[in-house]
């Protein structure tokens, strides 16, 4: 496998956001959990929506239970989870709390294979990205074991259509969307500082060197 796999994460955030464009757009509540996903569904996620989101950096894993809960008090309404795999991790047993209570929430993963936000700080600092990558395994698959219907994505195409067929179900879902994990996040209007170009360049040239040094040694 390439260095680039999967969809764009501001893809996914723009199909996301062009497929629910209509006239339920109103009355749609999206939540973002915390990580690089608030960052995208933020930036690219558009039009009239209500939001709901964490005033915190570090609450991980909001996302679901929230859902689940904006779920059980607003009957009818469509609810959109964005989560990233390591935010899912966190809450992970709310899927079977899900599939017990059978709300029709769809749960978007933003499936990096990593902390992204945190691969990100290092490298900004000029450190070498460590100890970030995760190992997923099938979240679709495990979302199915829970109960919860479950489909991975790989395309936009395909993740087009598989919003369309659950936008009118009427039960739970999750789409394990799988991202490209090396898209570069940046706040809208916002300019890198020089240093932080200057250490993103020289933590890449640590990976790449570690890289070399490691196969030198196998």
């Given at each position: 496998m390439g260095r680039r796999s999967g969809i764009r994460p501001s893809t996914v955030a723009l199909t996301l956001s062009d497929e629910l464009s209509d006239e339920r757009a109103d009355d749609t509540t999206v939540i973002a959990d915390v990580g690089l996903n608030?960052?995208?569904?933020?930036?690219?996620f558009l039009g009239a929506r209500r939001f709901v989101w964490s005033s915190s950096f570090a609450t991980m894993g909001f996302a679901l239970p929230a859902a689940i809960g904006?779920?059980?008090?607003?009957s009818g309404t469509r609810i959109v989870a964005g989560v990233g795999d390591g935010g899912l991790a966190v809450t992970l047993s709310e899927l079977a709390t899900l599939?017990?209570?059978?709300?029709?929430?769809?749960?978007?993963?933003?499936?990096?294979?990593?902390?992204?936000?945190?691969?990100?700080?290092?490298?900004?600092?000029?450190w070498p990205e460590f100890g970030s990558a995760l190992h997923n395994g099938d979240l679709a698959a495990l979302a199915r074991a829970f109960g919860v219907p479950a489909t991975t994505v790989r395309t936009r195409a395909q993740l087009r259509r598989v919003l369309r067929d659950v936008a009118g179900s009427g039960t739970p879902h999750l789409l394990d969307i799988i991202c490209d994990a090396h898209e570069i996040p940046a706040p809208a209007q916002h300019r890198p500082a020089a240093a932080q170009v200057f250490a993103y360049g020289l933590a890449l040239a640590r990976e790449a060197w570690r890289a070399v040094a490691g196969r030198g040694g196998a």
């Open positions: 608030t960052l995208w569904l933020y930036r690219y904006i779920a059980r008090r607003r599939a017990t209570l059978d709300e029709p929430v769809v749960i978007c993963v933003f499936n990096n294979r990593r902390l992204g936000a945190i691969r990100f700080e290092q490298e900004i600092m000029g």
